[in-house]
């Protein structure tokens, strides 16, 4: 009784501070009570799954019902992620595209997914081109898999399966007959893995190890300096820190499973990573249109090698050196930040090739097609239309005043802030 009532009042006042459940978890949206709610089971379920949420220590049992399941039965309780040997971790998303599932789900076909990954290609050549006549370049990052580069870890019945075509090798090599710029980290990261000292991916993590970031870092700047002449710094590890200590993406998995106590881990590097030189005006800007692979690279001081940057993840939300976390299209300079880049990068791995740059190829058309002349002529209309309103402008100069900027520079954003709203209206 003295256990129920613990746990009771647990539920109720949440004294007791708990680890958190990692991951994401929704909250339970509040029904009311009412006939209606009443009768049609709306409001018992609400009153059933506010019962689990709030329960007493709640996170307590569900990592003793994970850490029993996966150290007793070796059963991992997320369905995203799959055991391999010597409790190697894995995404399920990872492994369906080996294995070819995810293929034959999203084509049909390798003969379809081979026409689909020609024509991406041939409209990349055309961007390519298009940004070169802007005075820009393009590179294309493609990202190692854990499954290409630990196959012989996985689980029996994903080895088994494992398909002779992969998709994102065919990419490469399509990339590689239309001479468009890309570093290929897939096959050199499985040609290289019984070469090195530390692993190239952690048991638990799934994107590439911390130990590698000072390598693939530099690689792209070396690669950056052969685009268009510029001069930047070296990305240098001048500790590499040997720890059982893991960042958050060199045991992700682990934490994804929610278990009671932490695995036990080897000693591998967290490097500490630095410039060697300080950057100048003429440093290039850079826009990164990409997948978690780059989010390493953006916690690193990789992103101080450029004037200005901008991570567009996943074409959706806009992380930058002056905005962080925010939707793109509550973005008012987005046209501009790509007028203004001079090197547009894009990450991806296999699972993510197969939504081709998240859509950035046919909204970076509209953008830089449209003239120039037209685009200004535009924006001086609108901010005219705007100053000719005076509740409309005084609005615009009270916001300016708030974010301590220029008048007329905050009446610029809300004038392409209301086209490009309009557009998509339009549209």
Aim: proline share 4%.
């Amino acid at each position: 009784m003295a256990l129920l009532s613990a746990i009771m009042m647990q539920g109720f006042t949440h004294t007791v501070k708990t680890n958190p459940l990692w991951g994401y978890i929704s909250e339970t949206k509040k029904v009311d009570f009412s006939f209606k709610t009443y009768f049609d089971g709306s409001y018992q379920d609400y009153l059933t799954e506010h019962a689990k949420q709030n329960t007493g220590f709640h996170e307590f049992f569900i990592r003793n019902y994970n850490q029993i399941a996966f150290s007793c039965f070796g059963i991992v309780t997320n369905k995203t992620i799959v055991k391999g040997y010597d409790n190697e971790l894995y995404l399920k998303i990872y492994l369906d595209e080996t294995t070819g599932k995810r293929l034959i789900e999203e084509y049909g076909s390798v003969d379809r997914a081979k026409a689909t990954a020609r024509k991406n290609v041939e409209a990349t050549k055309a961007l390519v081109d298009t940004l070169r006549q802007y005075g820009k370049e393009f590179l294309f990052i493609f990202a190692p898999t854990k499954t290409a580069v630990y196959s012989d870890k996985m689980p029996k019945e994903y080895r088994r399966q494992i398909s002779d075509f992969s998709l994102e090798e065919y990419y490469i090599e399509l990339f590689k007959e239309n001479n468009i710029p890309h570093i290929d980290f897939y096959n050199y990261f499985k040609a290289i893995k019984d070469t090195i000292s530390y692993p190239l991916y952690t048991r638990y993590g799934s994107h590439w190890a911390e130990s590698t970031i000072p390598f693939v870092g530099d690689s792209i700047l070396r690669v950056m300096e052969t685009l268009k002449g510029y001069k930047l710094p070296s990305l240098q590890c001048t500790n590499l820190n040997i720890t059982t200590e893991y960042s958050d993406y060199d045991h992700e998995m682990e934490l994804a499973i929610n278990l009671l106590f932490p695995c036990r881990k080897p000693a591998l590097p967290h490097p500490v990573l630095s410039l060697s030189d300080t950057i100048g005006k003429n440093s290039p800007k850079l826009l990164v249109i990409g997948d978690s692979y780059f989010d390493q690279l953006m916690f690193s001081p990789f992103k101080k090698a450029f004037h200005q940057w901008d991570f567009w993840k996943y074409n959706k939300t806009v992380y930058s050196s002056y905005c962080w976390d925010v939707p793109i299209d509550k973005m008012s300079n987005i046209r501009s930040t790509l007028q203004n880049a001079d090197i547009v990068m894009v990450t991806a791995t296999a699972p993510m090739i197969y939504n081709y740059m998240y859509g950035f190829l046919d909204s970076a058309y509209d953008l830089i097609h449209e003239s120039d002349l037209d685009w200004e002529m535009q924006i001086q209309k609108m901010m005219n239309t705007i100053k000719n309103n005076p509740q409309w402008y005084d609005a615009v100069i009270r916001q300016a005043v708030k974010l301590g900027i220029p008048t007329e520079e905050n009446l610029r954003n809300n004038a392409i802030y209301v086209i490009q709203t309009t557009k998509k209206a339009d549209s």
